[in-house]
């Protein structure tokens, strides 16, 4: 990630070691949670909702949550897998298409 402080490409200090021993300590156990949100997301975007209603249903979904740690870490961890995918591609709304 960028801030005001870092350089695109540049290497961010690492995070605490407590902070990776946590992530990685409930990984396998929060994973299995985001397989099952984009399976029903792509059900979803099967069924005619648009990029930004399905994000929007996401969002939703994400603030009623409960244990809020558990959230910030699904969404890390989906954006990590984001980012490692060679061309992500970008949200695209049908009212706005030319």
Do not use: C
């Not at 990630?1 to 990984?27: E, F, K, L």
């Not at 985001?34 to 059900?43: D, G, P, Y």
């Amino acid at each position: 990630m960028t801030g005001p402080t870092s350089t695109p490409g540049a290497r961010r200090p690492a995070p605490p070691a407590s902070v990776v021993a946590a992530a990685r300590a409930d990984y396998d156990r929060v994973r299995p949670k985001l397989a099952e949100a984009v399976v029903k997301v792509r059900a979803e975007l099967a069924a005619g909702a648009d990029d930004f209603e399905a994000v929007a249903d996401v969002w939703l979904s994400l603030l009623v949550q409960q244990y809020k740690p558990e959230t910030l870490l699904l969404a890390a961890i989906a954006i990590v897998q984001v980012a490692k995918e060679p061309h992500p591609q970008a949200l695209t709304d049908p009212d706005n298409q030319k």
